[in-house]
């Protein structure tokens, strides 16, 4: 359940190694060639020791010494949702909750859902419900782990920026009620959350025909991801990244302000319970 780190660990001691050759490496520490590939393509764990060393052969900067060899003593360490995520679950889902509890920062733009880490439980519940991958017998486990995951939302060790489409203010999943609640919450969230909705009358805009989320970490690069029927999809390409920011920054300066956006999930719970 660290393959997030350990992707980062590897990609960044490949990049780091740039002209020395696995000869090389030998030669000055000790580590066979068979040994650095293995690191290199996560086969092995690699110890903090091993990173510290070769980041400083590779001549990094001493923050960046110090940051890989934490994250290399962090593999040994427990992660929480060991005792969500069983057998029967997507084994993709460990990797998607490393990244999420490592996150500082996240952007979401959603067309039709409130994002997970803002879900009611009556509401992520009627979602789960509908769902045809989700057995009745899971249902009470996955919102055990819901609730698991927003307590970082809760606390306000994490920052979230959610935009909306109207569209998810219409959208009756759970009735009239459920989605009344969920508004109201979304109307009040802490301050460690700026909720934003993009109305109708918006019309076109960059943002269009995908959701999509932005995560950002206090030592790694962004990473954008996006949640389809079957699987999630992780971009980490700066160029892509980059483009996901510039339609997150525009869908974010075509919509209501927080104020306004505020209002507007007010007026519409209203309606709802009227």
């Not at 419900?129 to 009470?140: S, W």
Request: aromatic share 6%; with cysteine.
């Amino acid at each position: 359940m660290t393959a997030v780190r350990e992707e980062r660990i590897a990609r960044e001691l490949r990049r780091l190694r740039g002209k020395y050759t696995s000869t090389d490496v030998q030669r000055a520490l000790g580590i066979t060639p068979s040994k650095l590939s293995r690191i290199e393509s996560c086969k092995v764990r690699p110890s903090p020791d091993d990173v510290r060393r070769l980041a400083t052969f590779y001549e990094a900067d001493a923050k960046t010494v110090e940051r890989l060899a934490k994250a290399a003593e962090q593999l040994k360490q427990p992660v929480w949702w060991t005792e969500f995520v069983g057998p029967d679950w997507n084994s993709a889902l460990g990797y998607h909750l490393e990244l999420e509890t490592e996150a500082t920062r996240i952007d979401s733009w959603t067309i039709d859902l409130v994002p997970g880490l803002l879900q009611t439980p009556g509401y992520a519940s009627a979602l789960m419900t509908a769902r045809v991958d989700v057995p009745p017998d899971q249902l009470e486990r996955r919102l055990e782990l819901r609730a698991r995951r927003q307590q970082r939302v809760r606390d306000g060790s994490l920052e979230l920026w959610a935009i909306v489409s109207e569209t998810v203010l219409h959208n009756l999943i759970g009735g009239p009620s459920c989605v009344s609640d969920q508004l109201r919450y979304l109307a009040s969230t802490p301050a460690n959350v700026t909720v934003q909705v993009l109305p109708f009358s918006a019309g076109a805009h960059s943002g269009l025909g995908t959701s999509f989320h932005l995560l950002e970490f206090s030592d790694w690069p962004t990473v954008g991801y996006q949640d389809t029927i079957t699987q999630g999809l992780y971009y980490d390409d700066p160029d892509v990244v980059q483009g996901l920011a510039r339609t997150i920054d525009d869908v974010r300066a075509t919509a209501l302000s927080p104020s306004a956006s505020r209002e507007a999930l007010s007026q519409r719970a209203a309606e709802l319970e009227g």
